[in-house]
């Protein structure tokens, strides 16, 4: 049997799959068409807007690993110092076990409630969450420790704790609340059924 005896339509497909067509005509005829449109119904990586709420409920927290202990004194040292420690610990994801740093939730001033203008202690969410109606800041960053960053609670008396204290200390004092950006995630669908 003849090889090259292959229906006329069989060899032009062959040719253009292999580009020898393509290559014959200067490309441009054969080439995908740069302007057919993509369907955005296409499956797609996994969206990362549809990730979990790491400060969201989870796992069950004692609020005794939260609250300060009786006879609690905290770490003293320079205050400057320890602002400036704070802010590097802030941007440490060694402090998690889930690759989460401080500054994952709270760049440029991200994920705070309006209340964290007030004085603490004051209400939180997470706290309330757990059973605690008003918390100090060195109790929000162990909950956070615990509950986002799904660590321990730093030593009580620790400069690590005392660091980021003095740091988001800081940090309050020039927050101001502004009103929630719009979330980028929220998005309509394009692919959802539309109506006549």
Known sequence: MNPYAKPRNTRIAAMISSGFLAAAFGGAALAANPCAPKNPCAAKAANPCAAKNPCAAGAKIDPK????PVGYKPYKGNKADLIAEGE???????LSTNGLACMTCHQANGAYQATFAKSYPHPVQMAQDIGIKKINLDEMIQLCMLKPMASKPLVWNSKELASLVAYFGEVQKGYKPVAAMANPCAAKNPCAAKKM
Not at 65 to 68: A, G, I, M, S, W
Not at 88 to 94: G, I, Q
């Open 65 to 68: 690993q939260v609250l300060r």
């Open 88 to 94: 590097r610990l802030s941007k440490d994801a060694k």
